[in-house]
């Protein structure tokens, strides 16, 4: 498992990329990718191109993620989702709170 | 670089050696570096020794009388036990086998003679790191053992506590309840509740808290007790839903919710009312057709939304007598095989088709897990209702201790809930509690809730909202009908239900007179009453039901009041 982050050119856009298992092992780092990120970009994009599993505290931290971003004023996408893992997020109806790709 | 390696601490030595001129020169010169000596002249006195001082180093000529140094070494090992005792032969054999025999006998090294007092030094310095380190793995290994009872301690004592919560309510009482659940599903966040409404519907919630150990079991407790508390005071599915995400959502952190099923079946109405957060599907199956309906997740999990936000929409379908409701935990589809395979809902559905005794499913499905994974996970939770005729009404809410001395007997209120009101709140439990004050009543609280909630319904279904209850002939007329039902409530603005309570003491006890009125056209008393009761208790107003329970029944207004009685006896 590893997270990866990458700042847009103009600092607006900050994206997250998981690799491996999504999952609870990852809690730590997938916090200090979006803590450490300063001035707090305007779009965060969640990439799930090379994800493998997903459970329920990888949700959790999705939640967190979108707290940090200001709740309801973020806006977060989660793109590449694999179909196991898309099932996952339809099951929790994460669509309501996130725009998944 | 210093010749001599500095001394760390000053260690206790034992010095073995029959050599009486060596002995005093070993002796010197790790006096000299600090260190405080012990001596022995045989194997026997170097063991006698150890035993007595506990010395933290040896160093032991291989060749000595009485008994040899590779004995002695042996011996002070197993004295030694777990705490490492470095011992360093002194010896002047210069075969490799000698040699290695002094590192067989449990020596940590072995220092040619004539000693070089440099060597010497440094071997010692060496050998105490090592011995430090041994003591340190050893101290937080005990630690850790220790932190480990300790935690599994808790663990034992809060899953005591929470089989106790879990498992209050009617869960094994029911005679309709079936369920599975792995031992230590609970500590995997699997909560499983159950509890009887005043009126005798049965609300049942299957709940998943996010991740693991005890951190997904706290929430359980909150939960349960909004759980409990709420359905024997009479309150519906939403606004249970409502108060459960408020609590969960105050204090759970951000990262953790609950995905949970909450459903209330009906024998009565002849309906399973669900909401689903989160969970995999449940199905209800007719047995009749052999046909299963996905219930399907609609909503986030609990403690996600704000209480603005939450959505606590449900939805209803019609079940006949022997109908099944099945839900699981994501446990069950969740099992991988050697390939990350998941098990999923489509070898579910071919375990559904195959099974032939519906009272085996259960086991169906593990063998199906087993077989699929070789080892079933220790967190499935599985449960199936099966409505069954004639669920008893109970008696309600605590039996109070009081004489009933002070109990009020000669009163009347009345009440009217407008549009804006009937939209959002449920009068229901607040009136049930009001008439509870009556000791009289008390015995009868489960035919008085369900007489009300009839009476109720009826006014605001058919009277204010204008819905037909024939609409619910057939299923899709009965989805039809809550899917209208909840179309026109939403865009209600104007009419109302009064309900007006009159509470008279007889030379007996006592004369509760309940009328309920309504905004809306009113109906044809005559013919609905002619109805056969199978067909008013599914398709009708339940006015069966009401006639069966209260003294006496009146309808006047052209349908649009009804008024019923309650009598009872004073308590002796």
């Known amino acids: ?101 | 670089m210093s010749v001599q390696a500095p001394v760390l601490e000053a260690l206790t030595i034992l010095i073995a050696e029959d050599s009486a001129a060596d002995l005093l020169l070993l002796s010197t010169i790790v006096r000299r570096q600090g260190h405080q000596v012990l001596t022995a002249t045989n194997g026997a006195e170097a063991v006698e020794v150890f035993t007595r001082e506990r010395p933290h180093l040896v160093l032991m000529d291989a060749l000595m009388p009485v008994m040899d140094g590779f004995e002695a070494a042996r011996r002070i090992k197993q004295l030694a036990g777990e705490a490492l005792v470095p011992l360093i032969f002194l010896t002047s054999l210069r075969e490799s086998e000698a040699l290695a025999q002094c590192l067989d006998a449990g020596g940590d090294d072995f220092l040619a003679k004539p000693y070089n007092p440099v060597i010497l030094a440094a071997k010692i310095n060496a050998m105490d790191r090592l011995r430090r380190l041994q003591a340190t793995v050893l101290q937080q290994r005990d630690l850790i053992a220790k932190h480990h009872e300790y935690l599994l301690h808790e663990q034992r004592v809060a899953k005591a506590v929470f089989d106790k919560v879990a498992h209050s309510g009617c869960i094994n009482a029911a005679p309709n309840i079936r369920y599975l659940q792995s031992p230590y599903a609970l500590f995997n966040g699997d909560l499983l509740l159950a509890a009887y409404t005043p009126s005798g519907d049965m609300h049942v919630l299957l709940g998943d808290f996010t991740g693991h150990g005890l951190p997904a079991a706290v929430g359980a407790m909150p939960l349960a007790e909004v759980f409990y508390g709420m359905t024997a005071k009479g309150y519906g599915l939403a606004q249970t839903l409502r108060e459960m995400n408020a609590k969960l959502k105050r204090i759970l952190p951000a990262d953790m919710f609950c995905c949970a099923t909450l459903l209330c079946l009906s024998t009565q109405r002849r309906a399973v009312e669900v909401w689903n957060g989160g969970m995999p599907e449940g199905y209800v199956h007719e047995v009749a057709t052999g046909k299963r309906t996905p219930l399907m997740s609609r909503h986030l999990p609990l403690g996600v939304l704000s209480a603005e936000q939450f959505d606590d929409r449900t939805e209803v379908w019609p079940v006949a007598l022997g109908d099944r409701v099945f839900l699981l935990s994501d446990g069950v589809l969740d099992t991988a095989d050697a390939n990350e395979q998941l098990f999923g809902a489509e070898r579910l559905l071919q375990v559904f088709a195959a099974n032939r005794e519906p009272d085996r499913l259960f086991e169906d499905i593990e063998q199906a897990l087993a077989a699929f994974r070789g080892q079933v996970r220790d967190d499935i939770s599985m449960v199936e209702i099966t409505l069954q005729a004639g669920q008893s009404l109970r008696a309600t809410g605590p039996l109070y201790a009081d004489s009933g001395q002070s109990c009020p007997l000669d009163w009347s209120v009345s009440f009217e809930f407008r549009a804006d009101t009937l939209k959002r709140y449920d009068p229901l439990p607040y009136l049930l509690q009001l008439l509870l004050e009556i000791h009289g009543l008390r015995e009868q609280s489960g035919a008085l809730y369900s007489v009300m909630a009839e009476l109720y319904s009826n006014a605001l279904e058919h009277g204010v909202l204008g819905l037909d209850s024939r609409l619910k002939r057939d299923a899709e007329g009965f989805a039809q009908y809550y899917r209208l039902r909840n179309e026109r409530l939403t865009h209600l603005d104007t009419g109302f239900v009064r309900v007006h309570v009159q509470v008279v003491p007889t030379d007996t006890g006592g004369t509760l007179s309940l009328r309920v009125e309504d905004s809306g056209q009113g109906f044809d008393v005559e013919r609905v009453l002619a109805r056969p009761p199978d067909i008013d208790r599914l398709s009708g107003r339940g006015l069966s039901l009401v006639r069966q329970l209260s003294s006496a029944v009146g309808w006047s207004d052209g349908g649009r009041s009804v008024c019923v009685e309650f009598c009872w006896k004073a308590l002796a």
């Open chain 1, 1 to 101: 498992m590893s997270v990866e982050k990458k700042v847009s050119m103009d600092g607006k856009t900050l994206t997250i990329a998981i690799k491996g298992r999504f999952d609870f092992s990852s809690h730590q780092d997938f916090r200090n990718v979006y803590e450490g990120v300063y001035p707090k970009p305007e779009m965060v994009v969640v990439d799930l191109k090379e994800t493998t599993y997903m459970d329920s505290s990888a949700l959790g931290m999705l939640l967190l993620l979108r707290d940090h971003a200001g709740g309801d004023k973020a806006y977060i996408r989660v793109v590449n989702s694999s179909s196991d893992v898309r099932k996952i997020l339809a099951i929790s109806n994460f669509d309501k709170l996130f725009d998944i790709e």
